[in-house]
C-alpha cells in the first residue's frame, strides 16, 4: 500500500518546508536561535520547537508532562496554552539538541508517510481532543509548517519559496476563510460582492459574494461593481492572515478601493490563524 493521492500534495509541501527549515536553522550559532519571529513571544528556538511538537502529534507521541510559567504574555487561551507546552519545554535545549531531535522527527515523519495506507476520510486526533479527518490534519500540516518556514525565514532574513508546493496548500487553506472574514466578521452588506487581486509569486483573483441571507461565497468570476476591491501582493496577503503584521503596517502595501469602512473592517478581521 502507499499514500492515498489525494494526500500526496500534502506529504509532498510538508516534506519540502520541513527540508527547508532544516537546512535554514542547521547552520546558525547559538545565539542566532535566540532571534525574535513574527510569532509573538516566539524566538527561533520557539518556532522550530513547535514544528517538531506538531510533528510529535502527528506521529502519535505523547505530550509532554509540563507546567508552563504564569508570566507568558503570548498565551491567553487554551489553545495557545496547548501549543505553548511543546514549546516552553523546549526553551533551554541548545543548537545541537534542537538539529538533532529535528532531524531525528524527520526521519520517523517520513518513514510514516511511507506506510501511511489509510482512506483520507478516517478520523484522527486534532488539538484540544478535536476529530477532524486525515486529509484535513494533513493539509494543516503542510500548511503549518510552510507558514512556519516563512516566519524562521523573515527572522533570519532569508527571503523565499514562496511559490513553494506548500505556498499553493495554503493559498487554497487561506482562501477556504475568507467568505466568513467578509460575511461573518466585517458584515458585508447583503447582495455585495468584494474583490481580493493577489499579486506576486502566488496571483489570483477572487471575489467573495454575499447573498441576501448574509452568506459569503468564495467566485473566481470577477464582479461588476464591486462594494470594495483589495489589491496587495501575497506575502502581505499571507503575513496579514496568519496574523503576523497589523493592517497599519503595511498600509503601503495594500490598495484598497471602494467603501472605506468595509476595506477598513476586512483588514481588521483578517486574521484567521489562531
Not at 481532543?129 to 512556519?148: D, Q
Not at 467578509?182 to 474583490?195: N, Q
Amino acid at each position: 500500500m502507499s499514500l492515498h493521492p489525494t494526500l500526496q500534495p500534502y506529504a509532498d509541501a510538508w516534506t519540502h518546508s520541513i527540508e527547508a527549515i532544516s537546512e535554514l536553522v542547521g547552520p546558525l550559532v547559538e545565539g542566532e536561535w535566540n532571534r525574535r519571529t513574527p510569532c509573538p513571544g516566539w524566538s527561533v528556538r520557539d518556532v522550530v520547537s513547535h514544528v517538531i511538537g506538531l510533528d510529535c502529534e502527528m506521529l502519535g507521541d505523547p505530550r509532554p508532562i509540563h507546567t508552563l510559567p504564569r508570566d507568558l504574555f503570548h498565551v491567553t487561551n487554551d489553545h495557545q496554552r496547548y501549543m505553548e507546552m511543546q514549546v516552553d519545554v523546549r526553551r533551554h535545549h541548545t543548537a545541537p539538541e534542537m538539529t538533532s531531535e529535528l532531524e531525528y522527527v524527520i526521519i520517523r515523519r517520513n518513514r510514516q508517510l511511507r506506510n501511511e495506507s489509510r482512506d483520507p476520510g478516517t478520523k484522527v486526533r486534532g488539538h484540544l481532543s478535536t476529530e477532524l479527518t486525515l486529509e484535513e490534519s494533513m493539509r494543516a500540516h503542510a500548511f503549518n509548517v510552510w507558514a512556519h518556514e516563512q516566519d524562521l525565514r523573515a527572522a533570519l532574513g532569508r527571503p523565499g519559496n514562496l511559490d513553494s508546493p506548500g505556498a499553493h496548500i495554503a493559498r487554497d487553506v487561506l482562501l477556504a476563510e475568507l467568505p466568513g472574514v467578509v460575511a461573518d466578521k466585517a458584515d458585508a452588506p447583503r447582495s455585495s460582492a468584494i474583490v481580493f487581486d493577489v499579486h506576486g509569486p502566488v496571483e489570483f483573483l477572487r471575489t467573495i459574494r454575499v447573498d441576501i441571507q448574509g452568506r459569503g461565497t468564495l467566485e473566481t468570476a470577477p464582479a461588476l461593481g464591486p462594494a470594495a476591491t483589495l489589491t496587495l501582493d501575497w506575502e502581505t496577503y499571507v503575513r496579514l492572515a496568519c496574523g503576523r503584521v497589523t493592517p497599519q503596517a503595511v498600509a503601503d502595501r495594500v490598495k484598497a478601493e471602494g467603501d472605506p469602512e468595509l476595506t477598513a473592517a476586512i483588514l481588521r478581521n483578517f486574521t484567521v490563524t489562531s
